[in-house]
């Protein structure tokens, strides 16, 4: 399962699994970009947001009964605010580490509740933004490398 799909590592990521021969369940917030992005690889699709640990929790429950087990799950969820710090609202700022950290949390927390049993992995993704720091994408930045630090 790829939680993100809809962004340019998630639909990589998706298209490279499918090619190998994986079964694919895709999780995005179901807008009409996100539908385009992926319609030509023919995968599972599920509408959530993945700033819900509930919907996220929800979404695994339904591609369990959908596809029968869930593997291994990567979140590339992330926003591309590319504002410096200076122009970035508040609202935008907290909408961004939002973004990237509750979904990284709410994907965890709904692994460990319902597949862990089956094995698997969880892969949480992040750009060299988080490591190395940008000085245009201070919010991005800052949320990914809260993931590294969690990780």
Known sequence: MILG?????????AADFKCAG????????????????TSDLHL???????????????CFAEGIDSCGRIGDVANGVGSVVMNPAHMTT????????????????ATVRADAKTIRNG??????????AGRIGRTK???????????????
């Open 5 to 13: 799909a809809s962004g340019a590592i998630g639909r990589c990521g």
């Open 22 to 37: 994986y079964g694919i369940a895709v999780v995005s917030r179901g807008s009409e970009h996100s539908d385009r992005r």
């Open 44 to 58: 599972s699709k599920f509408q959530r947001n993945a700033t819900s640990a509930e919907e996220v929790e929800a």
């Open 90 to 105: 508040r609202s935008k700022w907290h909408e961004t580490i939002g973004t990237a950290l509750t979904s990284a949390s």
């Open 119 to 128: 094995g698997g992995s969880v892969a949480l993704m992040c750009s060299d």
């Open 137 to 151: 994408p201070e919010a991005i930045a800052t949320a990914k490398a809260g993931i590294i630090g969690w990780v």
